[in-house]
């Protein structure tokens, strides 16, 4: 009761708007986002409408839904930290992603900096054409059939085969599976659920971890089991990484176990099995998710689907059939552009919110001055639904990027990749394997929706990425 009175009453936040059962405890956060399953970031939706801008969604934390100030918090001058007990939800606080403390985390980032530059991605630009093509000459198999074809599927094992090709010593080889691996997409979404459970009980993780494969088996689902069965098997690969007597330096794990800028006790297998873990994660379901939004929409708007294949066939009449996987090239069109920047803008990737902590100086909010160690949360979907930037939020409009002065005050607010020192570090590699996928796929398909609504792929369940209602098949599609 003390401390409940003292966080209500006394507490240097007990200024600011929210509801109160929140300002006293995290079960509030618990009960929506561990019981509800990943509902906590709508309720906090919600609550701004009645709250305002700013209010107090923890007992040491506070929302601001204002896209001005999304760059005044996230841009690379702040030192910035990002708030320990938030992020530990991925059981990786020693990665890069997951790492606190912003000093540190600027030399485990400085670690992997070479490999995202823009010029490595370039150097990767045959690689992920092959993918999408091998991608595209499975969809051509299975066109003959005239079978429905689970796209989602599909975009998430092209995203896992890269990022797993160019992260970890042995690529997962996705695409070569028979079913667009529908179980590994299942497995994505129990490992996100139970990540958001281990944010509140940090134990959970690492027991799930420790337990037979056998007692997995018979206690959880299908989806569980596979979860432990991927993640057995980057602890495996991270393991025989580190110990490797000559190890290459192809690989971004290897890259970052040869650093000379990391210490030693930087590189031990469990340091290195959650870099593994969050490249990964990081790398795969957001892009997937991307190319699912981008999919869908283009699909289910015919004018649409004929303005960017207008463009592409033009494209290819002027440059050749090889302009169609040349990034360069792609990357100046600009319909396809528009079409991917408004894929990005409602995909919302990256659902959560992101969690800052400034442990050294107050930050200042309008007329509220938040002390040193308030976590200050924000999330992007605020910006990108903004109904005075972004009109009519929610449908896709690929034109509103195409008129020069609008787009240029609309990039201000599209942050589908964060901004600052904590922005996406694997931006570059997710834009060509967007524009290589988009492309190519519009070009020689014509899919057809087939029993797909927008319902089948929005977000229901928000696990910092978002995942829809449990009974959606994903975006399936006949193609034609
Ligand atoms: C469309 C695709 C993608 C989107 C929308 C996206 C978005 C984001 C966002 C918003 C963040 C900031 C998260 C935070 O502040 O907590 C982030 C961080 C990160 N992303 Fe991505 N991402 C994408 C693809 C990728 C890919 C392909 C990789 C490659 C491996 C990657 C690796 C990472 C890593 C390692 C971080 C942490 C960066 C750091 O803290 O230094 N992402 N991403």
Same mark, same amino acid.
């Given at each position: 009761?003390?401390?409940?009175?003292?966080?209500?009453?006394?507490?240097?936040?007990?200024?600011?708007?929210?509801?109160?059962?929140?300002?006293?405890?995290?079960?509030?956060?618990?009960?929506?986002?561990?019981?509800?399953?990943?509902?906590?970031? *709508?309720?906090?939706?919600?609550?701004?409408?009645?709250? $305002? /801008?700013?209010?107090?969604?923890?007992?040491?934390?506070?929302? %601001?839904?204002?896209? &001005?100030?999304?760059?005044?918090?996230?841009?690379?001058?702040?030192?910035?930290?990002?708030?320990?007990?938030?992020?530990?939800?991925?059981?990786?606080?020693?990665?890069?992603? =997951?790492?606190?403390?912003?000093?540190?985390?600027?030399?485990?980032?400085?670690?992997?900096?070479?490999?995202?530059? +823009?010029?490595?991605?370039?150097?990767?630009?045959?690689?992920?054409?092959?993918?999408?093509?091998?991608?595209?000459?499975?969809?051509?198999?299975?066109?003959?059939? !005239?079978?429905?074809?689970?796209?989602?599927?599909?975009?998430?094992?092209?995203?896992?085969?890269?990022?797993?090709?160019?992260?970890?010593?042995? $690529?997962?080889?996705?695409?070569?599976? %028979?079913?667009?691996? @529908?179980?590994?997409?299942?497995?994505?979404?129990? %490992?996100?659920?139970?990540?958001?459970?281990?944010?509140?009980?940090?134990?959970?993780?690492?027991?799930?971890?420790?337990?037979?494969?056998?007692?997995?088996?018979?206690?959880?689902?299908?989806?569980?089991?596979?979860?432990?069965?991927?993640?057995?098997?980057?602890?495996?690969?991270?393991?025989?990484?580190?110990?490797?007597?000559?190890?290459?330096? %192809?690989?971004?794990?290897?890259?970052?176990?040869?650093? @000379?800028?990391?210490?030693?006790?930087?590189?031990?297998?469990?340091?290195?099995?959650?870099?593994?873990?969050?490249?990964? =994660?990081?790398?795969?379901?957001?892009?997937?998710?991307?190319?699912?939004?981008?999919?869908?929409?283009?699909?289910?708007? /015919?004018?649409?689907?004929?303005?960017?294949?207008?463009?592409?066939?033009?494209?290819?009449?002027?440059? !050749?059939?090889?302009?169609?996987?040349?990034?360069?090239?792609?990357?100046?069109?600009?319909?396809?552009?528009?079409?991917?920047?408004?894929?990005?803008?409602?995909?919302?990737?990256?659902? $959560?919110?992101?969690?800052?902590?400034?442990?050294?100086?107050?930050?200042?909010?309008?007329?509220?001055?938040?002390? /040193?160690?308030?976590?200050?949360?924000?999330?992007?979907?605020?910006?990108?639904?903004?109904? +005075?930037?972004?009109?009519?939020?929610?449908? *896709?409009?690929?034109?509103?990027?195409?008129?020069?002065?609008?787009?240029?005050?609309?990039?201000?607010?599209?942050?589908?990749?964060?901004?600052?020192?904590?922005?996406?570090?694997?931006?570059?590699?997710?834009?060509?394997?967007?524009?290589?996928?988009?492309?190519?796929?519009?070009?020689?398909?014509?899919?057809?929706?087939? @029993?797909?609504?927008?319902?089948?792929?929005?977000?229901?369940? &928000?696990?910092?990425?978002?995942? /829809?209602?449990?009974?959606?098949? =994903?975006?399936?599609?006949?193609?034609?």
């Amino acid at each position: 009761c003390s401390v409940a009175a003292y966080r209500l009453l006394l507490h240097p936040l007990s200024n600011i708007p929210g509801p109160k059962l929140a300002a006293i405890t995290r079960l509030y956060e618990f009960y929506f986002d561990c019981i509800l399953a990943g509902k906590f970031g *709508f309720q906090i939706e919600q609550l701004h409408k009645q709250y $305002g /801008p700013i209010m107090r969604i923890g007992p040491n934390e506070v929302h %601001i839904s204002d896209p &001005d100030h999304f760059e005044t918090l996230h841009n690379v001058t702040n030192r910035i930290d990002k708030d320990q007990w938030y992020y530990r939800f991925v059981g990786s606080q020693d990665a890069g992603f =997951g790492t606190g403390d912003a000093d540190l985390h600027r030399i485990r980032r400085k670690a992997m900096n070479r490999f995202f530059a +823009s010029s490595a991605i370039s150097n990767l630009e045959p690689s992920s054409r092959e993918k999408v093509q091998k991608m595209c000459r499975r969809l051509q198999e299975m066109r003959k059939d !005239g079978r429905p074809v689970n796209l989602s599927n599909a975009f998430r094992c092209l995203a896992a085969d890269s990022v797993t090709y160019y992260c970890m010593p042995q $690529g997962f080889n996705l695409l070569d599976s %028979i079913d667009f691996a @529908e179980d590994y997409n299942r497995q994505a979404r129990t %490992i996100s659920y139970i990540a958001v459970w281990h944010r509140h009980i940090p134990i959970i993780f690492p027991i799930f971890m420790r337990m037979p494969r056998w007692f997995v088996k018979m206690t959880f689902t299908e989806g569980g089991l596979l979860a432990f069965d991927f993640q057995t098997d980057l602890a495996r690969q991270s393991a025989s990484a580190v110990h490797a007597e000559n190890r290459s330096d %192809i690989s971004v794990l290897d890259g970052i176990i040869n650093s @000379e800028f990391l210490p030693e006790s930087d590189k031990t297998v469990g340091r290195i099995t959650q870099e593994a873990r969050t490249l990964v =994660g990081a790398g795969s379901e957001t892009t997937g998710s991307s190319l699912e939004m981008i999919a869908y929409h283009v699909l289910a708007n /015919p004018p649409v689907f004929q303005h960017l294949r207008n463009e592409l066939s033009e494209t290819v009449s002027k440059f !050749g059939q090889n302009s169609l996987t040349s990034y360069s090239t792609l990357q100046h069109l600009p319909y396809l552009t528009a079409v991917i920047n408004e894929g990005l803008r409602l995909s919302n990737s990256v659902s $959560g919110r992101l969690c800052r902590v400034d442990h050294h100086n107050a930050q200042l909010y309008k007329s509220y001055t938040l002390p /040193p160690g308030t976590v200050i949360s924000m999330n992007l979907r605020s910006s990108h639904t903004d109904p +005075s930037i972004f009109h009519d939020p929610l449908d *896709f409009k690929p034109d509103r990027w195409l008129k020069d002065t609008e787009s240029k005050m609309l990039e201000k607010y599209f942050i589908p990749f964060g901004r600052g020192s904590r922005s996406c570090i694997g931006k570059s590699l997710a834009m060509m394997n967007l524009y290589l996928t988009t492309a190519n796929l519009f070009f020689h398909f014509v899919p057809q929706l087939y @029993e797909t609504t927008l319902k089948d792929i929005e977000m229901e369940h &928000d696990f910092f990425a978002p995942f /829809p209602p449990h009974e959606s098949k =994903g975006l399936r599609v006949i193609l034609k």
